[in-house]
């Protein structure tokens, strides 16, 4: 289990940006480093749904509903991973949740082993 912290949510209008962040702030890096992060979202009244996930390789998977809007990056120096979302839309309103795991590369349905973060919302009004 590693601690994370999310930040970067907020109230945004139809095509605005947002830039969230994931922090491991009382991680080791070496055990960081081994870690693959993801970013789910869940909106009110529907299931938690995956968004985007970064492994320690630095391969990135963003799902087909984000994909050329929302980009993953990670700076293991510095023990976070972004999500920046771009041309943001009302569906994209959620509370955005940063998940970490080892093994596998985190897939629609995160792992019991999995470590998640408090979460952030994100508003986008029209």
């Known amino acids: 289990q590693v601690q994370l912290v999310e930040s970067g949510g907020g109230l945004v209008q139809l095509g605005g940006s947002l830039r969230l962040s994931c922090r491991a702030p009382r991680a080791i890096f070496s055990v960081y480093t081994t870690y693959n992060i993801a970013w789910y979202r869940q909106a009110p009244g529907k299931q938690r749904e995956l968004v985007a996930a970064?492994?320690?390789?630095?391969?990135?998977n963003i799902v087909d509903s984000v994909k050329g809007r929302f980009t993953i990056s990670r700076d293991n120096s510095r023990k976070t991973v972004w999500l920046q979302m771009n041309s943001l839309k009302p569906d994209d309103t959620a509370v955005y949740y940063c998940?970490?795991?080892?093994?596998?590369?985190?897939?629609?349905?995160?792992?019991?082993?999995?470590?998640w973060g408090q979460g952030t919302q994100v508003t986008v009004s029209s």
């Open positions: 998940n970490a795991v080892t093994g596998e590369m985190p897939g629609p349905i995160p792992s019991d082993d999995s470590s």
């Open positions: 970064i492994d320690s390789g630095g391969r990135t």
